[in-house]
């Protein structure tokens, strides 16, 4: 079955840096576009990056877009967010989700938590 | 960037009440629109695709419907594992937007 398991969140300073991982099982990575997706306390959903199967085509939006990179490997079926430049507003559940059919997503992992506090 | 308004965004419901929830998208995104359900504590799981397409395993209670700007989800008779939240999402341009959600509690 279709298994993605984020890892690496935690808490970091103001301005301090964190890499989020995605580990996918149960279907082929290589062939699927991946999202990134967050959740801030107690608020809605906000799209934050889209990449590719091939990792050629990549997208983010406004609030990350400078301070945020999207990555993969397909050798070893993970997904990457290397967030740099972190503020308190980028406290949040961060998903990471398979693309299914024109930006809309499919399959969720648990979610990591990353606070931004001093 | 293509906004996505959802109403209402909180409604108190009974157990084989029918609920419908609806999406507006700020312009035309032909049938580019999902529908997510969120229990608390958990991740969303897709409902709904292309706007009408019940996902696999999916109950037949729940339905989509709309093109282009204006979207629904019904919910024909609600039952107590459906309350939870409910986002619309937008597929048809970069960057993805989510509605605001709509709360769906017990009365």
């Known amino acids: 079955q279709v298994q993605l398991m984020e890892s690496g969140g935690g808490l970091v300073k103001p301005g301090g840096s964190l890499r989020l991982s995605c580990a996918a099982s149960?279907?082929?990575?290589?062939?699927?576009?991946m999202s990134w997706i967050r959740q801030a306390p107690e608020k809605g959903l906000e799209w934050i990056s889209f990449?590719?199967?091939?990792?050629?085509?990549?997208f983010y939006g406004d609030s990350v877009r400078g301070r945020f990179t999207i990555s993969r490997d397909n050798s070893k079926n993970s997904l990457y967010l290397q967030m740099d430049g972190l503020r308190a507003e980028d406290t949040a559940t961060y998903y990471c989700?398979?693309?299914?059919?024109?930006?809309?997503?499919?399959?969720w992992g648990q979610g990591a938590l990353v606070t931004v506090s001093s | 960037d293509i906004q996505m308004t959802q109403s209402p965004s909180y409604v108190s419901a009974s157990v084989g009440d029918r609920v419908t929830i609806t999406c507006r998208a700020s312009?035309?995104?032909?049938?580019?629109l999902a529908w997510y359900q969120q229990r608390p504590g958990k991740a969303p799981k897709l409902l709904i695709s292309?706007?009408?397409s019940l996902q696999t395993g999916v109950p037949s209670r729940f339905g989509g419907s709309g093109y282009e700007t204006d979207f629904t989800l019904t919910i024909s008779s609600l039952q107590p594992e459906d309350f939870a939240t409910y986002y619309c999402?937008?597929?048809?341009?970069?960057?993805?937007?989510f509605g605001g959600g709509t709360k769906v509690e017990i009365k």
């Open positions: 989700a398979r693309g299914f059919d024109s930006g809309v997503v499919d399959y």
């Open positions: 149960g279907f082929i990575f290589s062939d699927y576009d």
């Open positions: 990449i590719t199967n091939s990792g050629n085509t990549i």
């Open positions: 312009e035309g995104i032909s049938s580019s």
């Open positions: 292309g706007a009408s």
């Open positions: 999402q937008q597929g048809n341009r970069f960057p993805l937007t």
